[in-house]
């Protein structure tokens, strides 16, 4: 009794792009009675811009956030933002499948036709804009690399943990990452056809969502053999959330500068900025000093982390158990993982397991036989670089690369 009768998609669709619709145009002073009036003669569109217009906009957003599935037993749930649970990569293999990798939208997914669909390059950088259909960025020589996406907020909720206050953003614990194997044409092969400049300097990828995400690096970073305009991720065309038809990998960076449905991008003789590095994804706390025209000193890399295939807070059984997780570096490869089940007096040596690939990650394991009661268990892991696991990770407002150690709960 008072659901809505929406069990057919289409109508479930309509129903809910003439909510949006209503909501817009309430909101640019349009009153029910006209609303209606208008829906009903089909003139909604002329009254709006034809952004909000019924079928343009059905054919833009889709009527949630997040497109896939995201039942409650892979992913905590943060509104347009979902967090892969570690428990369920125990059974699995290197890399995490596309049904259970975490997405990260600043707003929604947007629909794209791969058929309209280009990919425009401008900007003082290159001889004269150039534009790529679909069909002619997949007949280019494409590679494929097995790397991690890891969000530069994986870890935040730690730092109400330890500093007694919350850090601004989505509290993830540690699975905003996700490894996949990626399948796309290098930048740099793209950059070349389009004339890249000896004097370019800043390479910026705009995505075709509501806030035009973007976020420029320097052309060295886009012209590395790994960075890549992906079409495919684990042998499947890029699903809609992870950023279909074409997103930016950007190896080891943070996760922002792999823009989803790229459909433009700026090369600049000159250094190049968004909102995206100078408001956000910069550092700002006490330890941290404005950099102008940014707020902060600016990210780029990743940190080290490792996580446990656990449940978070759960309970296992008290039998002899493999315990497994994974451990992962921007810099190189993982050389050693040690464990603590004391908090921190004493430390054991994990057994590492191939493959072992750099800006991806490594799976380890250690036996554990525990007795009934609570537990924590301690990881430290250590790159080929000789960067370590830190204890403690200095306050900043945004929670950004928070990659201490962690005493995961048992
Ligand atoms: N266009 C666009 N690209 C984007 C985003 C976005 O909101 N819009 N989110 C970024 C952030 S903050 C992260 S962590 C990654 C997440 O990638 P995923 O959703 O495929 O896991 O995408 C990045 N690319
Ligand atoms: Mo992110």
Redesign the pocket.
């Known amino acids: 009794m008072g659901y809505e009768k929406l069990t057919r998609e289409q109508d479930y669709l309509q129903s809910r792009v003439d909510e949006y619709i209503w909501q817009r145009a309430k909101q640019l002073g349009v009153s029910r009675r006209r609303f209606l009036q208008t829906l009903a003669a089909g003139g909604m569109a002329a009254a709006l811009s034809g952004r909000f217009s019924r079928t343009a906009w059905a054919a833009q957003t889709a009527p949630t956030p997040v497109i896939k599935p995201t039942p409650k037993e892979l992913f905590y749930d943060f509104g347009?933002?979902k967090e892969m649970r570690w428990e369920n990569m125990y059974e699995r293999g290197y890399l995490v499948p596309n049904e259970l990798?975490?997405?990260?939208?600043?707003?929604r997914t947007p629909r794209v036709d791969a058929k309209k669909w280009r990919l425009k390059f401008e900007g003082s950088g290159i001889q004269k804009p150039m534009e790529l259909t679909y069909d002619e960025l997949l007949s280019l020589p494409s590679v494929s690399m097995i790397r991690y996406?890891?969000?530069?907020?994986?870890g935040r909720s730690f730092f109400e943990a330890v500093y007694g206050k919350k850090a601004d953003g989505t509290q993830w614990k540690l699975g905003?990452i996700?490894v996949a194997e990626w399948t796309g044409v290098p930048l740099a092969e793209v950059l070349n056809r389009a004339g890249l400049k000896k004097s370019a300097r800043d390479v910026m990828p705009?995505?075709?969502?509501d806030?035009?995400?973007?976020r420029p690096m320097p052309v060295a970073k886009a012209l590395e053999g790994d960075t890549l305009l992906v079409y495919a991720m684990n042998g499947q065309p890029l699903p809609p959330?992870?950023?279909f038809p074409v997103?930016?990998l950007i190896p080891g960076w943070?996760?922002?500068?792999?823009?989803?449905?790229?459909g433009r991008i700026e090369v600049s003789e000159k250094p190049l900025f968004s909102a995206w590095n100078t408001d956000t994804?910069v550092l700002i706390g006490p330890d941290y000093k404005p950099e102008p025209p940014s707020k902060g000193p600016v990210l780029s890399n990743q940190d080290l982390k490792s996580a446990l295939e656990l449940p978070w807070g759960g309970e296992v059984n008290v039998a002899r158990r493999l315990v497994r997780g994974r451990s992962w570096s921007p810099f190189g490869k993982i050389a050693k993982v040690e464990y603590s089940l004391d908090q921190g007096k004493s430390w054991q040596t994990a057994r590492l397991r191939e493959p072992n690939i750099a800006a991806a990650w490594v799976r380890w394991d250690f036996d554990w036989e525990p007795k009934p009661g609570k537990h924590t268990i301690r990881v430290r892991a250590t790159d080929e670089k000789g960067n370590t696991q830190p204890n403690k990770v200095p306050f900043n407002q945004q929670g950004y690369l928070y990659n201490a150690v962690v005493d995961h709960p048992i």
């Not at 990798?101 to 707003?107: A, C, D, L, M």
């Not at 705009?206 to 969502?209: A, K, N, R, V, W």
């Not at 806030?211 to 973007?214: F, Q, S, T």
């Not at 943070?254 to 790229?262: L, Q, R, S, T």
């Open positions: 347009s933002n990798f975490f997405v990260r939208n600043h707003t996406v890891e969000c530069a907020g994986n905003a996700g705009e995505g075709l969502d806030l035009k995400v973007r959330d992870h950023g997103r930016a943070i996760g922002v500068a792999n823009i989803k449905w790229v994804y």
